[in-house]
Nanobody
């Protein structure tokens, strides 16, 4: 499965962006999907995850209430709506997909496929 992340860009603090993660295969609709981010000089960290059905979602504390993850399985696409952006949200954002469900959805190791990343820059 190939994942293509898009939607990044430059935005002022307080602004919004919507990231998209499009998959190449229909089996994507059966996978859990996660968003991670990596800021310059920092390790990659978990942002949000969504179950294959879209019913169950998880968020890191630092984005809870500001970011929303959703999916459209008919379009093989997962979205990350980011509102009230802060300069500390600046990072390359990666989408990922896991064939099997796991309680360890915050761990990179449980994801089988990764997109190339899209850069989000939030200016103060």
């Amino acid at each position: 499965v190939q994942l293509q992340a898009s939607g990044g860009g430059l935005v002022q603090a307080g602004g919004s962006l919507r990231l998209s993660c499009a998959a190449s295969e229909r089996t994507f609709a059966t996978y859990r999907v996660g968003w991670f981010r990596q800021a310059p000089g920092k390790e990659r960290e978990f942002v949000a995850a969504i179950s294959w059905s879209g019913v169950v979602t998880h968020y890191a504390d630092y984005v809870k209430g500001r970011f929303t993850i959703s999916r459209d399985n008919a379009r093989n696409t997962v979205y990350l709506q980011m509102n009230s952006l802060k300069p500390e949200d600046t990072a390359v954002y990666y989408c990922s997909a896991a064939e099997n469900s796991s309680n360890y959805y915050t761990r990179m190791s449980v994801y089988d496929y990764w997109g190339q990343g899209t850069l989000v820059t939030v200016s103060s």
